[in-house]
């Protein structure tokens, strides 16, 4: 918290402005910007595919013909290469997920199959998805930052 001491005399020329604890913030800060930063997008993505993966495999139960497009659901992998961190979610389109597309967007002859979709892009999956991974960035910067 930012102690507003004023050092001026009468005529008004100095100012001062001491925080208290501010190199224990800066030592925080920084195990954060090394450790947590990763961990907390590493925690925020693994929810998502936690969030989204149960949907996906609920709407497709009602098309189980063979089950290979729902064997193309992509397995819960993070990449990470250099700072970027990334998980693939959905389904593997060149190995057996092709017909998800026709599914969530139908053909001349099909209606889409808007759960399947909804279950992907949907606002209650992005509003969930939006929620864990604010959830897991704030667990993140509490843990380092106290």
Known sequence: MANFNSKAKRTGKKFGLAFAGWQEKLEELD??????????TKEALEETYDVVTPKIRTAMKKHYLTGDTEKSIVPKQL?????????????????????????????????????????????STSSEVAHVQYQAIKRTIEKYMG
């Open 31 to 40: 195990r954060l910007s090394h450790h947590g930063i990763l961990e907390g």
């Open 79 to 123: 990449e990470v290469v250099g700072t970027v961190v990334s998980m693939p979610i959905g389904f593997d389109i060149d190995n057996g997920g092709l017909p998800s597309i026709w599914l969530m967007y139908g053909t001349p002859t099909i209606d889409p199959d808007k759960a399947l979709y909804e279950a992907i892009f949907g606002h």
